[in-house]
């Protein structure tokens, strides 16, 4: 059973709720989905990684702070906006705030 659905297509970790659970199950699933990935060198890192689906604010969070150290910028999809906003960003070629296609 996974609470938390996560999946690398391309530049783009596509995520979604999965079985009904409370948050603290989800950020601990949505965790070891991430750890999961790094290993098996899923999640290799590089310039810029998109994330695009829900997530509460807590799942959030985690997803953020586990990527952020393998990505120079990572950005988040904005629905209202259709495009993606650069949310953390260690690469000088991405500001906070941008948008991205």
């Known amino acids: ?9 391309g530049e783009v970790l ?3 709720f999965g079985e009904p659970a409370q948050n603290d199950q989800i950020v601990r699933d949505a965790a ?18 998109k994330i695009n689906g829900p ?8 997803l953020t702070h586990k ?7 990572i950005s988040v999809f ?7 906003v650069v949310c ?4 000088p070629a991405y500001k ?3 948008l991205i296609d």
């Not at 070891?32 to 810029?48: H, I, N, P, V, W």
């Not at 904005?78 to 993606?84: G, I």
């Open 1 to 9: 059973m996974s609470t938390y659905k996560i999946e690398l297509e």
């Open 14 to 16: 596509k995520i979604n």
């Open 32 to 49: 070891a989905r991430l750890d999961e990935m790094t290993q098996q060198g899923e999640l290799k890192g590089g310039s810029l990684l």
């Open 55 to 62: 997530a509460s604010l807590p799942v959030a969070c985690v």
């Open 67 to 73: 990527v952020a150290h393998l990505y120079g910028a």
């Open 78 to 84: 904005d629905p209202k906006l259709s495009k993606y």
């Open 88 to 91: 953390i960003t260690h690469n």
């Open 96 to 98: 906070l705030g941008d």
